[in-house]
């Protein structure tokens, strides 16, 4: 799933074109990289946001299309 639509999905982030934004603007890193919209999101990726002042690091714990709101919180792990 590319990471811009799991963002979304897992509601780290309130809408895909922030997410987008986001990456375009060098702060989301996959594994220690910058990582691109496009990136392909895999279980075990660690993700670290650079969000304003603050840093906030999540390990993927699963992968899905569509995600409830009471099942997006199961999807990562906040680190």
């Known amino acids: 799933m590319r990471l811009d639509k ?3 999905v897992s509601r780290i982030v309130k809408r895909r074109t922030v997410a987008n ?11 220690g990289k910058a990582a691109r919209a496009s ?3 895999k279980v ?3 993700l670290t946001l650079n969000l304003g002042g603050s840093v906030k690091r999540y ?3 699963a992968v899905s299309e569509f995600a409830p709101k009471e099942a997006a ?3 990562y792990r906040e680190l």
Do not use: F, T, W
């Not at 934004?21 to 594994?31: F, M, P, S, Y």
């Open 39 to 41: 990136y392909d999101v």
């Open 59 to 61: 390990e993927v714990l």
């Open 21 to 31: 934004e986001l990456c375009d603007a060098g702060r989301v890193e996959a594994n």
């Open 73 to 75: 919180a199961s999807m």
């Open 6 to 8: 799991y963002l979304k």
């Open 44 to 46: 075990g990726d660690i």
